[in-house]
């Protein structure tokens, strides 16, 4: 077959690296001057390795994306360190996933963490051994099929407690999809985070562009075409084929799997059945943005990441999570640079998406003084900022009734993005999981 494929994130170079290994001609079109989509890295001057626009790491359960490294025959370069995740609580920062020193000879994860939240003090006892009940049958049970049936906001309250959910969960999901939607993400969603969930996070030797280059090396050895700086402006079927409109031109393919967000593929698309344009403008999702900053300095004690409270009040932050790199990689990758990420989750309409990097310093430069009274401007070196409009979706209940299929009603297109790798949240993994899925079921 000869196809196309709109997007050179890890789903659509996953289904290029698939395709052509069974000897289909595939040529992928990246409107971004670099390939990896949400994955993707920049580099500064300074650094030995590529540094993610967007924080990232791999779970040791994320067998998808290691069975891909494996096949590349770059294992080597895959490892699990052990960092310290925490949660921050009215002024004090609470570790959640870290290893206890005197059970360091226990090497399963779960029992230190589990061993963390009982000595989370700010709860009472009994809070404590609910929350623990709790993620404990999460992480056993794998009939995740009447959880979506149920929000997280009420399951949470009746098993864990009001206490515990107000403390715990309640601000993750404000956080993650916002005053306006977190009463409505169903419990499915919340068991795959936790089932999935390991202590060890995985990285990649280089960064995870490392990666995604070697997989645009070895689609285009495999006889792939990668085009960069190439954006599709509208897709048509005529001729028993499907024609893209380029900003340069046309291009005519059998079959074109578009990993675009549903909404692009909407207004490419014009020819889309109404029923079927209307359940692509229902799926919502939320944005993403991140404010890094390289220090010259720590800015935490060994914290990698730490879960923050969103909102306005003495003990809230403008953004949901701060996450110190180089306290989960070493910083002599980066020249010595401490790499800090200041990320939030919004709506995609939201202001902070057309502001300048430093403006959004200015706005979270308080937060950063909560974590440590000491900060001083004049510790950063450097500052970027990278924003993505698609980053989060939302599922609500009886999620999986509402996913559309892989195969569009237009003959020969395929569509396959981060709305359908529920219940699992986005990641590169699932990533990875729905490239070969779409490849598999093309074939």
Same mark, same amino acid.
């Given at each position: 077959?000869?196809?196309?494929?709109?997007?050179?994130?890890?789903?659509?170079?996953?289904?290029?690296?698939?395709?052509?290994?069974?000897?289909?001609?595939?040529?992928?079109?990246?409107?971004?001057?670099?390939?990896?989509?949400?994955?993707?890295?920049?580099?500064?001057?300074?650094?030995?390795?590529?540094?993610?626009?967007?924080?990232?790491?791999?779970?040791?359960?994320?067998?998808?994306?290691?069975?891909?490294?494996?096949?590349?025959?770059?294992?080597?370069?895959?490892?699990?360190?052990?960092?310290?995740?925490?949660?921050?609580?009215?002024?004090?920062?609470?570790?959640?996933?870290?290893?206890?020193?005197?059970?360091?000879?226990?090497?399963?994860?779960?029992?230190?963490?589990?061993?963390?939240?009982?000595?989370?003090?700010?709860?009472?006892?009994?809070?404590?051994?609910?929350?623990?009940?709790?993620?404990?049958?999460?992480?056993?049970?794998?009939?995740?099929?009447?959880?979506?049936?149920?929000?997280?906001?009420?399951?949470?309250?009746?098993?864990?407690?009001?206490?515990?959910?107000d403390l715990w969960w309640k601000p993750l999901l404000i956080s993650k999809f916002g005053a306006e939607n977190y009463r409505d993400v169903n419990m499915a969603w919340m068991w795959a985070r936790a089932y999935k969930r390991s202590a060890r996070l995985g990285y990649f030797v280089g960064g995870f562009q490392a990666l995604v280059d070697l997989l645009v090396e070895q689609v285009r050895a495999q006889g792939g075409a990668v085009h960069l700086n190439t954006p599709v402006r509208g897709i048509q079927r005529a001729d028993?084929?499907?024609?893209?409109?380029?900003?340069?031109?046309?291009?005519?393919?059998?079959?074109?799997?578009?990993?675009?967000?549903?909404?692009?593929?909407?207004?490419?698309?014009?020819?889309?059945?109404?029923?079927?344009?209307?359940?692509?403008?229902?799926?919502?999702?939320?944005?993403?943005?991140?404010?890094?900053?390289?220090?010259?300095?720590?800015?935490?004690?060994?914290?990698?990441?730490?879960?923050?409270?969103?909102?306005?009040?003495?003990?809230?932050?403008?953004?949901?999570?701060?996450?110190?790199?180089?306290?989960?990689?070493?910083?002599?990758?980066?020249?010595?640079?401490?790499?800090?990420?200041?990320?939030?989750?919004?709506?995609?309409?939201?202001?902070?998406?057309?502001?300048?990097?430093?403006?959004? =310093? @200015?706005?979270?430069? /308080? +937060? %950063?003084?909560?974590? #440590?009274?000491?900060?001083?401007?004049? &510790?950063? $070196?450097?500052?970027?900022?990278?924003?993505?409009?698609?980053?989060?979706?939302?599922?609500?209940?009886?999620?999986?009734?509402?996913?559309?299929? =892989? @195969?569009?009603?237009? /003959? +020969? %297109?395929?569509?396959? #993005?981060?709305?359908?790798?529920?219940? &699992?949240? $986005?990641?590169?993994?699932?990533?990875?999981?729905?490239?070969?899925?779409?490849?598999?079921?093309?074939?």
């Amino acid at each position: 077959m000869d196809i196309g494929i709109i997007g050179a994130g890890i789903t659509g170079l996953t289904a290029a690296y698939e395709l052509t290994k069974q000897g289909h001609h595939v040529t992928v079109y990246e409107a971004r001057p670099y390939a990896g989509g949400l994955a993707a890295g920049f580099h500064d001057a300074r650094w030995e390795w590529y540094l993610d626009r967007f924080y990232h790491h791999w779970f040791a359960t994320d067998q998808d994306v290691i069975s891909l490294i494996e096949e590349l025959g770059v294992r080597d370069r895959l490892f699990f360190p052990w960092p310290t995740t925490s949660l921050y609580y009215r002024g004090k920062i609470y570790p959640l996933d870290s290893p206890i020193p005197w059970l360091a000879f226990v090497p399963i994860s779960q029992v230190h963490r589990a061993i963390r939240v009982l000595q989370f003090t700010p709860l009472p006892l009994i809070d404590r051994l609910r929350v623990g009940l709790a993620t404990f049958y999460l992480t056993l049970t794998r009939n995740w099929k009447p959880l979506e049936q149920v929000t997280v906001d009420e399951w949470m309250r009746r098993v864990a407690g009001q206490r515990a959910y107000d403390l715990w969960w309640k601000p993750l999901l404000i956080s993650k999809f916002g005053a306006e939607n977190y009463r409505d993400v169903n419990m499915a969603w919340m068991w795959a985070r936790a089932y999935k969930r390991s202590a060890r996070l995985g990285y990649f030797v280089g960064g995870f562009q490392a990666l995604v280059d070697l997989l645009v090396e070895q689609v285009r050895a495999q006889g792939g075409a990668v085009h960069l700086n190439t954006p599709v402006r509208g897709i048509q079927r005529a001729d028993e084929a499907l024609h893209l409109e380029l900003k340069t031109g046309h291009a005519a393919h059998q079959q074109i799997i578009a990993t675009c967000s549903p909404h692009i593929l909407r207004e490419c698309t014009p020819e889309l059945p109404p029923d079927y344009a209307t359940s692509l403008d229902a799926l919502k999702s939320m944005g993403a943005v991140a404010l890094i900053l390289a220090l010259d300095r720590p800015l935490t004690a060994g914290h990698y990441w730490i879960n923050l409270p969103k909102g306005e009040g003495d003990f809230s932050f403008p953004f949901m999570g701060l996450v110190e790199h180089t306290n989960y990689i070493g910083p002599e990758h980066y020249g010595g640079d401490h790499l800090i990420y200041c990320g939030d989750y919004l709506p995609p309409d939201h202001p902070y998406f057309g502001i300048e990097k430093e403006q959004l =310093l @200015e706005i979270y430069c /308080p +937060g %950063l003084v909560k974590i #440590n009274p000491d900060f001083e401007l004049d &510790w950063v $070196r450097a500052s970027w900022m990278f924003t993505e409009r698609y980053a989060q979706p939302v599922p609500t209940l009886d999620h999986s009734h509402h996913i559309p299929p =892989l @195969e569009t009603p237009i /003959p +020969g %297109l395929w569509m396959a #993005n981060m709305s359908q790798v529920y219940p &699992w949240d $986005r990641g590169t993994n699932y990533g990875v999981e729905l490239g070969r899925r779409v490849a598999r079921e093309m074939r």
